[in-house]
């Protein structure tokens, strides 16, 4: 057993009480904010001997001055000749700490007098509650960082159970940007998910949207790992690696040559899908793209009829010049002329119920959300989608919005995110527990301003999500200013180093001062987690992920710039057939519109055939090449015979 470090002391001034004691070190001692201690108590209850585990939360330090002009006086008013006194005056190291749990938990009294020592690896996993967790056979413990105190070094589990669902779920990380390490963090997590994750528990993936840079654009390339990360590595039970199973999807550009992605370098396109969706995907999320107070009950009762009759249907009507097969906005904005002109023709203001102005209203704002979302959303109604229903165990599926509008990137959060629920509804997702991380919460779930469609998906997730094995996990800069109800749903906080203003909020009022100072000076790879499963706030250090980092990446992997169209084509078939040349690229297209080539190509990135080049061929429409017309050979003339009364 180690040597005493302390010694409980208590003062009717500063009494102890069952959730807070005070205790005196030597001024040598290996204690500070955040150390985790164990007080023996002197005297047995019911035959055991009580133990008592705590973190410090303040300090203080004082001598038996009564005033700072008695030492002026001792030293003649001059600090040179402190070094000349007889003695030096006694100096006290005094400590609060809160209290994480108490042995036996019966009766609850506070805090008995006793011996203070430095809590081991054992202690702090009883301390932590983690050995409810982390027993034999029912191991559901996640390595998140190392605890390190007075040369105690102790791995911080999380509770499956409490991470993922069912008892608790979802997670939230804080911190100022660029030095709370917060996609650090996620990554961090997510590698230790895959690793640790019970497997009696099921599949697991994570869905992660990438808002901001290059961020998440490199998690299956191999990252920098130091030699004090690599010790964390092991003390952790993860290997230093990058993930082995990444997908990535992004829509194109607006011209819908290259992907809208930071990952368009043609050395990384061979896991990255377009994502492009058509009339059907889009109609059903439409309320996300039209303006509330410009679409009114009679605008959305239209939509309605359109997406329940007339969207994939064989539709007729007397008024109509013939039958329509709407599939795509371009079938849809001919349907809309068809009506529009017969109601003319017929001198109509309404048609089954819509006005007139209501079917131009709606024409007008349906119409252009392929031009405010191109690249998207297309005209032809091709579409190429996440793997809905076929996800697979352990692999992370990055979509990346970073470059688009605020338009198309809440479609994207919102039609994705319902079509998750859907499939874990169902239970035919493919896997049965999924992590869906959305970074900048200040802007997607503010705790002010209009209830968006984006903000109440956000807070069914974070409220409901949970008993389908649907995880949130999210990060922002101010948690004060993200709604109340997305992080108190939160069960697991993780806080990084934090804005000085964020900490004076009054969501921070429970952490003592010393404990929003030191979060305010958090060195990066360093964290405070709060857990159902913590009484107090415990600060750890995790190793950066073993993964490239968005700006090395960058540099590394340069952004393709716009090309040509045979050059984009040959970029997309590439990864699919090294054998494709840009010579046969331009061979086949010469022919072609820019239309019918680029939707030759979607076509075959969707399939990915085996033979990619008679697939691509098969896609375009046969076309005879125009030939200079031959003409006849005249027949040779026959001479007049000699006896031709009329030849000359």
């Not at 190291?93 to 938990?105: C, D, G, S």
């Not at 010790?231 to 997908?247: A, C, D, I, R």
């Not at 349906?366 to 690249?375: D, F, H, K, Q």
Request: hydrophobic residues 40%.
């Amino acid at each position: 057993m180690s040597e005493a470090l302390g010694r409980v002391v208590a003062t009717e001034r500063r009494p102890n009480t069952p959730h807070e004691f005070h205790f005196w070190t030597a001024i040598d001692s290996p204690v500070g904010i955040g150390t985790i201690v164990r007080v023996d108590g002197a005297h047995p209850m019911d035959g055991q001997i009580p133990h008592i585990y705590g973190i410090v939360v303040e300090g203080f330090s004082y001598t038996d001055l009564q005033s700072p002009m008695h030492d002026v006086m001792g030293h003649d008013g001059s600090p040179t000749t402190a070094g000349f006194a007889a003695t030096e005056r006694a100096e006290i190291r005094l400590y609060t700490a809160a209290v994480l749990r108490q042995i036996p938990e019966e009766p609850l009294q506070p805090v008995p007098m006793g011996q203070v020592f430095l809590a081991d690896e054992a202690d702090v996993q009883v301390a932590l509650r983690m050995d409810s967790y982390l027993r034999e056979g029912a191991n559901t413990g996640i390595p998140v960082g190392v605890y390190r105190a007075g040369g105690t070094d102790a791995v911080i589990y999380l509770d499956a159970d409490f991470l993922l669902g069912p008892e608790a779920a979802h997670l939230n990380i804080t911190g100022v940007s660029g030095l709370a390490t917060k996609t650090s963090a996620v990554e961090w997590l997510l590698a230790s998910l895959f690793k640790h994750f019970p497997d009696d528990k099921g599949s697991i993936a994570a869905v992660c949207f990438n808002v901001k840079g290059p961020d998440l654009c490199y998690l299956d390339q191999p990252g920098k790992v130091e030699a004090s990360d690599e010790v964390l590595y092991e003390k952790l039970g993860v290997e230093p690696q990058p993930f082995e199973s990444v997908q990535y999807f992004a829509p194109y550009t607006a011209k819908g040559l290259a992907l809208n992605t930071f990952r368009n370098n043609e050395a990384l396109l061979d896991n990255v899908t377009p994502l492009t969706w058509g009339l059907r995907e889009v109609l059903q999320f439409a309320e996300v793209l039209l303006n509330k107070d410009d679409v009114d009950a009679k605008a959305d009762a239209l939509i309605d009829f359109i997406t329940q009759n007339v969207v994939d249907k064989e539709f007729s009507d007397p008024l109509l010049s013939k039958k329509h097969t709407v599939q795509s906005f371009a079938d849809l904005d001919a349907w809309f002329r068809d009506v529009l002109h017969g109601m003319e023709q017929k001198d109509g203001e309404s048609w089954r119920t819509h006005h007139v102005a209501t079917i131009r209203k709606v024409r007008n704002r349906l119409s252009n959300i392929s031009t405010r979302c191109a690249g998207l959303v297309t005209d032809s109604g091709h579409v190429s989608d996440l793997p809905f229903g076929s996800f697979e165990d352990r692999t992370v599926y990055v979509v990346d919005v970073a470059n688009l509008e605020e338009d198309a990137q809440d479609l994207i959060f919102a039609r994705i995110v319902s079509k998750l629920r859907e499939h874990l509804e169902r239970r035919d997702l493919g896997v049965k527990h999924l992590v869906v991380f959305v970074d900048e919460l200040n802007k997607y779930a503010p705790g002010d301003g209009p209830d968006t469609y984006l903000r109440k998906m956000l807070l069914d997730i974070a409220e409901r999500g949970r008993y389908l094995g649907l995880v949130l996990f999210s990060a922002q800069q101010f948690r004060s200013q993200v709604h109340r109800r997305v992080v108190g749903n939160s069960g697991t906080g993780l806080f990084g180093r934090m804005d000085p203003d964020e900490l004076s909020t009054p969501g921070y009022a429970v952490l003592s001062p010393a404990t929003r100072t030191k979060l305010a000076t958090l060195e990066k790879g360093q964290l405070m987690i709060r857990h159902p499963h913590f009484t107090q706030p415990i600060f750890v250090r995790f190793p950066r992920p073993s993964v490239m980092q968005g700006r090395e990446g960058s540099e590394r992997y340069p952004q393709a710039s716009e090309v040509s169209l045979e050059s984009a084509i040959l970029r997309a078939l590439r990864p699919l057939d090294s054998t494709i040349t840009l010579p046969w690229v331009q061979e086949i297209t010469a022919l072609y519109t820019e239309e019918e080539v680029i939707r030759a190509r979607n076509a075959t990135l969707l399939a990915r055939p085996d033979n990619v080049k008679a697939y691509f061929v098969s896609q375009f429409r046969r076309v005879i090449p125009a030939q200079a017309a031959s003409r006849p050979m005249a027949g040779s003339i026959k001479s007049a015979p000699e006896n031709d009364p009329y030849g000359f």
